[in-house]
């Protein structure tokens, strides 16, 4: 028996920043989470992961992720996208500058 479908945002890198961006309900690319579409049907995702294939020339490495809810916007449930919404670690630039 598979698992039930959990809410979900599609999460890619910027192909010429490397930022983590996240795709919004009108098809464009966002670096804050929180503009992200939730994706609460499997189908419709699978159809936003299809159509990521299409922006080569702007993302890469598109995928699901976990998300829920929250008056922000959505959110992470995972560690590992907590932490890409925070921006690279190695040094304060990016997200980090204003942080």
Partial sequence: ?????????????DLIEGDAVWLTADETWSRDMADAELLEDEAVA???????????????????????????????VHFRETFRTRGPSNYAHGKQVGA
């Fill in 46 to 76: 699978q159809e936003r992961l299809i159509f990521s294939l299409t922006q080569s020339d702007v993302v890469v490495g598109a995928y699901l992720v976990d998300a829920e809810a929250s008056p922000a916007g959505p959110v992470p």
């Fill in 1 to 13: 028996m598979s698992r039930p479908f959990t809410p979900k945002v599609l999460t890619a890198n």
